[in-house]
């Protein structure tokens, strides 16, 4: 049966120029950088510098994909953008970015959910492309969690980084089995019981202001593997595939003992692991599209390979992603 595949064409990241190293934390907080490696697996992060915006960085990281990819701004049909820090209230990230790469066509909105919020956007701009709405997307995951950190928490403020990350989905026709390249399968689950596990404490319709994150880290960790790995393996699951099938893990790079967790529950050796969490820390709905950037750019991920990403976030809001490079 013929069927429409949304297949990634091109793939391309941005990270801020500062670079701080987790000893950077030991001179205002009591910290180290041996704790902050052995419990998160983190070395160093990027920040934004000062008025550097997420639509800036997300603009950064759409060219390089275009340019991956082959294409100019106005072969795009659409912008799906993921993010929980954007410039402004509204207007949408996706619409400044639309604006910035000079598109005049087309449409761009933002997906909020916050570390699974690639996960989300990539679901949505598949469905996008399935549905015969757009034929060629951008989707993009692009974070400043650097203005949402309170500098004195030491418990998350040690965690997070900045950057942006996005890939060309392309819609191509397939045979309708997990042979075909592209977009196999999602998961997307919520469940707002745990909304207190991560959050932000401000926000438009309450205090008026952007408000600083809060975690419950521990209640968080335990609730991770189970679910990441329950998602994952119900994604491959919804394609006739299964663990063994997978060639590489790309998950959320939120912990490493959490990635570790789900890679050893999965039966995967870390060898099938996509890892870039020491570098970029958690960069929240922008960890996914940086890590497939990163590991493509690192000639890990093939074209033709089974891939799963992964991500939970504040919502919570966890979900999973089967596609074929
Ligand atoms: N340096 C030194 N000590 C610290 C630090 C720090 N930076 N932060 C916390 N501690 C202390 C705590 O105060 C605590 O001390 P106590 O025992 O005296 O009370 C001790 O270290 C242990 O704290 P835990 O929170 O139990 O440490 P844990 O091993 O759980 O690691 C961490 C903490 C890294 C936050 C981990 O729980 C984690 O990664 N959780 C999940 C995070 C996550 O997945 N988030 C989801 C995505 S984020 C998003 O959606 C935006």
Known sequence: MSVIRAVVRGVGHYLPERVVPNSEFEKTLDTSDEWIRTRSGIERRHFAAEGETTSQMATHAARAALENAGLQPDDIDAIVLATSTPDLTFPSVATMVQAELGMTRGFGFDVQAVCAGFIFALTNANALIVSGQARRILVIGAETFSRIMDWTDRSTCVLFGDGAGALVLEARQGQGDSSDRGVLAADLNSDGRYRDMLYVDGGVSTTGQAGHLRMQGNALFRQAVGKLTE???????????????????????????????????????????????????NTSAASIPLALSVAAGRGQIEKGQILVAEAIGGGLAWGAVVLRW
Do not use: C, F
Request: proline share 4%; hydrophobic share 45%.
């Open 231 to 281: 998602t994952a393996e119900a994604a491959l699951a919804k394609v006739g595939l299964s663990d063994a099938d997978v060639d590489w893990l790309v998950p959320h790079q939120a912990n490493i003992r959490i990635i570790q967790g789900t890679a050893k529950k999965m039966g995967l050796p870390m060898e099938r692991v996509v890892l870039t969490i020491q570098d970029h820390g």
